[in-house]
């Protein structure tokens, strides 16, 4: 009976795995990748077949702008997310408390809390009657500086809402840290700076690749919250698609723009997995 | 000396990242208790009257109910989707696995505004947009990594040995699938399936776009809240979100410092 069975199941086994696959590919050919397509294909066919719309986004000064804007400001996003994620998960990684359980636990409520609801949290510390405007008259400062609806408020909040995921990209490479290299490396008479730099940096930098490479695609492809906080002249691409899509509908316009932040987004992953593996991204 | 510096400018440093972290999940609270029709910080006095509106307010509670109701469906399909995918994935090598992998890691890594674009017209022309069956399709896709990756790390962790024990004791494999597999995988699968109706429920992008007027769901209705003017049930739906993820967050950290602690003492306990 058990031999029948592992007979049987060698004999199946070359058909076996598509067939349970099968499910979630044809769903994803007809719910994903379809949609997907559809986009690509109105970017050189929406309204009349032609690269017109691509001849224009790579010479129309104004998309090239927004397009420099977009990943200036995932650059950006990206450094704030590591100059604090670093030290945070430094100071988490060489402890040995239930004080890090403490911290782990803030970091993984804020991973959790809505990106809508953090946005939000920003719109009211910053806004016209927020602490922070308040904190400005107090000093003097008045009328205090416009910092909502700017792009410095929506960078600062996107650093909030992503730095968790880097938190967590650095931390789990960080723990895993052997102790005894940085004792071995101090017994040696290195200093607590250079073990660090020749040390802890370079083991640590799986992780930093990770945590950036991780937040720098988040930021690139944000909608929510450059739309809410932002400054509406100056939109990232994807607030520009989306007005595309809410007001004006020239469909084959957005798709253009939609494709170049498609492909931005999947060259970096591709880079990624050609050095690293994809897998390793989540891990 | 020098070193007692460092380590507590590091402490400093520590803490001051940890409140800017902390601080805008908290400020929340005060807010949904505020009498101010505006976004006033610190509220000008104290008040339920926010809540008591929004339990009323049929323009949030749909919104709620169709959240619930999609998630819900996303998330069931997706597990049936993904489960065999999962298994074929880590227990087979075939050709094409590689490309598969990627297949499926690929609403994980795709802006959502540009498959949004996609569904607007796709579903249009479908008339699903506007429907909760829609948003369901849609939301199924966007879970298909997060359950994938969840479900296959748990995999690779099972001892295929307790299935062959039960098989040469003469189980077919459907029965070790229901009696050995499964009841050892079921917290994983519940995790994956949580993961996915959490994704579902918080997804805000392709819901602005598809869901239209009749299928809104609770981060559409939130979304166009804030844009539009300083509504009060966003600081409610804030903090009960927030008490959601609270409770959660530690109450699964508690679980699991007491099971720690059980099997330490060991397996009389």
Not at chain 1, 89 to 114: I, K, P
Not at chain 1, 253 to 260: C, D, F, L, P, Q
């Amino acid at each position: 009976m058990a031999v029948a069975w592992s007979l049987r199941g060698a004999g199946s086994r070359r058909w076996l795995p598509w067939l349970l696959l099968a499910p979630v590919l044809v769903y994803l050919a007809i719910f994903y990748i379809a949609p997907l397509g559809i986009v690509v294909v109105a970017s050189v066919t929406d309204p009349t077949p032609s690269f017109a719309h691509y001849r224009d986004f790579f010479t129309d000064g104004f998309y090239l702008q927004v397009l420099g804007r977009t990943f200036l400001t995932a650059l950006i996003v990206t450094l704030g997310c590591l100059l604090l994620g670093y030290p945070l998960a430094y100071a988490m990684a060489r402890r040995d408390d239930s004080l890090v359980l403490a911290m782990l636990t803030l970091v993984a409520l804020s991973f959790w809390t809505s990106f809508l609801v953090r946005t939000y949290a920003w719109m009211v510390i910053l806004g016209n009657r927020g602490p922070v405007t308040a904190a400005f008259r107090l000093i003097g400062w008045d009328p205090p500086p416009e910092i909502l609806f700017t792009r410095f408020s929506s960078t600062l909040a996107m650093v909030h809402i992503l730095l968790p995921f880097m938190v967590m990209a650095l931390y789990s490479v960080m723990k895993k840290i052997e102790p005894a290299l940085l004792k071995a490396a101090q017994n040696l008479g290195a200093s607590p700076a250079d073990t660090f730099r020749h040390v802890f940096f370079p083991l640590s930098a799986p992780g930093v690749v990770n945590g950036c490479t991780m937040v720098f695609i988040l930021c690139l492809g944000f909608y929510v919250t450059p739309v809410l906080l932002g400054s509406p002249r100056e939109q990232m691409l994807a607030g520009l698609i989306g007005h595309q899509i809410e007001e004006l509908l020239d469909f084959g316009e957005a798709s253009t723009m939609a494709v170049v932040l498609l492909l931005s987004t999947l060259g970096l992953v591709a880079i990624y997995n050609r050095f690293v593996g994809i897998d390793k991204l989540w891990g | 000396m020098r070193l007692r510096a460092r380590l507590s400018m590091l402490d400093v440093t520590t803490w001051l990242i940890l409140a800017f972290i902390a601080a805008p999940l908290l400020i929340v609270v005060p807010m949904s208790f505020s009498t101010a029709p505006s976004l006033e910080f610190p509220p000008p006095a104290w008040g339920i009257d926010y809540y008591r509106n929004f339990f009323h307010d049929p323009r949030w509670l749909q919104p709620t109910l169709n959240s619930f109701i999609i998630a819900l469906g996303a998330s069931i399909l997706t597990m049936l989707l993904v489960v065999p995918a999962a298994f074929a994935m880590v227990r087979h090598r075939f050709f094409g696995r590689a490309m598969t992998n990627l297949l499926l890691l690929l609403p994980l890594t795709a802006p959502h505004i540009v498959i949004a674009l996609g569904y607007y017209s796709y579903f249009g022309t479908m008339h699903l947009t506007q429907t909760h069956l829609g948003v369901i399709l849609a939301h199924t896709c966007l879970s298909v990594p997060m359950v994938f990756l969840t479900l296959s790390a748990a995999l690779k962790g099972f001892d295929r040995n307790l299935e062959r024990a039960a098989a040469n004791l003469g189980a077919s494999p459907l029965r070790v699938f229901r009696h050995v597999t499964f009841p050892v995988l079921r917290p994983a699968f519940l995790v994956a399936a949580l993961f996915a109706f959490v994704q579902s429920f918080d997804e805000t992008v392709v819901a602005l776009f598809i869901s239209g007027r009749d299928a809104a769901t609770l981060p559409r209705k939130f979304f166009d809240s804030m844009r539009t003017q300083a509504d009060p049930g966003v600081a409610v739906v804030s903090t009960l979100l927030l008490a959601v993820v609270i409770t959660a967050v530690v109450g699964s950290r508690l679980v699991r410092r007491r099971r720690m602690r059980l099997q330490r003492l060991g397996p009389g306990v």
